[in-house]
C-alpha cells in the first residue's frame, strides 16, 4: 500500500524556523521526483519546491527561493523541507507528492501556521 506520511508542521512565529518530513512506503523512493506543494485557505494548491529522483537539480518556488530547501535521504524514505525566515503568507497546508510516469501520489498534509 503507497503512503506518504508528512510531519512537523506546527505553530511557529514570524522569522522561525520548521523542517517538514515526508516518510514514503510502499514504493520505492529513488525512482520518484519528490516535491511539496502547500494549499492555503481559500487558495488553489500551489507548487513549493521539486528533487529529482538522484537528488539533483532541486528547484523550488520564487515565493520560497533563498528560504525553503528541499532535500532527500532515499535510505531512509524520506524527503525533507527546511523552510527557514518563515513568513504570515507560508501558512498553509503542507503535502508531499511522488511523482514517476503515470505514478502520482500524495500525502495528508502537514499544517503550518506562521503567526505571532
Known amino acids: 500500500q503507497v503512503q506518504l506520511v508528512e510531519s512537523g508542521g506546527g505553530l511557529v512565529q514570524p522569522g522561525g524556523s520548521l523542517r517538514l518530513s515526508c516518510v514514503a512506503s510502499?514504493?520505492?523512493?529513488?525512482?520518484?521526483?519528490m516535491g511539496w506543494y502547500r494549499q492555503a485557505p481559500g487558495k488553489e494548491r500551489e507548487f513549493v519546491a521539486r528533487?529529482?529522483?538522484?537528488?539533483?537539480?532541486?528547484n523550488s518556488a520564487d515565493s520560497v527561493k533563498g528560504r525553503f530547501t528541499i532535500s532527500r535521504d532515499n535510505a531512509k524514505n524520506t524527503v525533507y523541507l527546511q523552510m527557514n525566515i518563515l513568513k504570515p503568507e507560508d501558512t498553509a497546508v503542507y503535502f508531499c507528492?511522488?511523482?514517476?510516469?503515470?505514478?502520482?501520489?500524495w500525502g495528508q498534509g502537514t499544517q503550518v501556521t506562521v503567526s505571532s
Open positions: 528533487i529529482s529522483p538522484n537528488g539533483g537539480r532541486p
Open positions: 510502499g514504493f520505492t523512493l529513488r525512482q520518484y521526483s
Open positions: 507528492n511522488a511523482q514517476s510516469g503515470y505514478n502520482n501520489y
